[in-house]
């Protein structure tokens, strides 16, 4: 086998078909996307530190900003100065974003619910067992092996 070869391949097929399956909505960007999932997470009322923000979802500190510039132009997240020291500034979504997250997440389903349908059953199985490996190869035992939340 050719590893080199087959890692492109990998790396090629995966990304289109994480590309394909969870098209953008409502005009947001690759990026924008896991930065308002992330936040949606949040219980309300609470912000996050973009540099924390950033290191959590493994940007760098220049796209986040771009990123954050982005979304708050759309009316997805706002930024306010911590309360507790001004000199920080927290991040927080707004309902829009949540909706905007919420709708992507429903249309990303959608898309994915097509691609097992195209697959069947026993190739779908296959390639979650193959994932599942992969992502306790890549991240240890310590992640799920399935989604129950």
Same mark, same amino acid.
């Given at each position: 086998?050719? *590893?080199?070869?087959? /890692?492109?391949?990998?790396?090629?097929?995966?990304?289109?078909?994480?590309?394909?399956?969870?098209?953008? !909505?409502?005009?947001?960007?690759?990026?924008?996307?896991?930065?308002?999932? *992330?936040?949606?997470?949040?219980?309300?009322?609470?912000? !996050?530190?973009?540099?924390?923000? $950033? %290191?959590?979802?493994? *940007? %760098?500190? /220049?796209?986040?900003?771009?990123?954050?510039?982005?979304?708050?132009?759309?009316? &997805? !997240?706002?930024?306010?100065?911590? $309360?507790?020291?001004?000199?920080? !500034?927290? @991040?927080?979504?707004?309902? /829009?974003?949540?909706?905007?997250?919420?709708?992507?997440?429903?249309?990303?389903?959608?898309? @994915?619910?097509?691609?097992?349908?195209?697959?069947?059953?026993?190739?779908? &199985?296959?390639?979650?067992?193959?994932? &599942?490996?992969?992502?306790?190869?890549? *991240?240890?035992?310590?992640?799920?092996?399935?989604?129950?939340?």
């Amino acid at each position: 086998m050719d *590893y080199e070869e087959t /890692a492109r391949k990998l790396i090629v097929y995966s990304r289109g078909m994480a590309r394909g399956s969870l098209n953008t !909505v409502q005009g947001l960007s690759v990026g924008e996307s896991p930065v308002l999932y *992330y936040l949606s997470t949040k219980d309300d009322g609470v912000g !996050v530190n973009p540099s924390d923000l $950033a %290191s959590q979802l493994g *940007y %760098s500190r /220049a796209r986040m900003t771009r990123i954050l510039d982005s979304l708050e132009s759309k009316g &997805q !997240v706002r930024r306010e100065h911590d $309360a507790h020291d001004k000199r920080r !500034v927290l @991040v927080f979504i707004t309902e /829009a974003g949540r909706k905007c997250s919420r709708d992507e997440n429903a249309k990303g389903v959608q898309a @994915v619910e097509k691609l097992i349908d195209s697959l069947g059953e026993r190739d779908t &199985q296959e390639l979650i067992r193959i994932l &599942q490996k992969g992502n306790r190869i890549t *991240y240890g035992d310590h992640s799920p092996d399935d989604l129950d939340n």
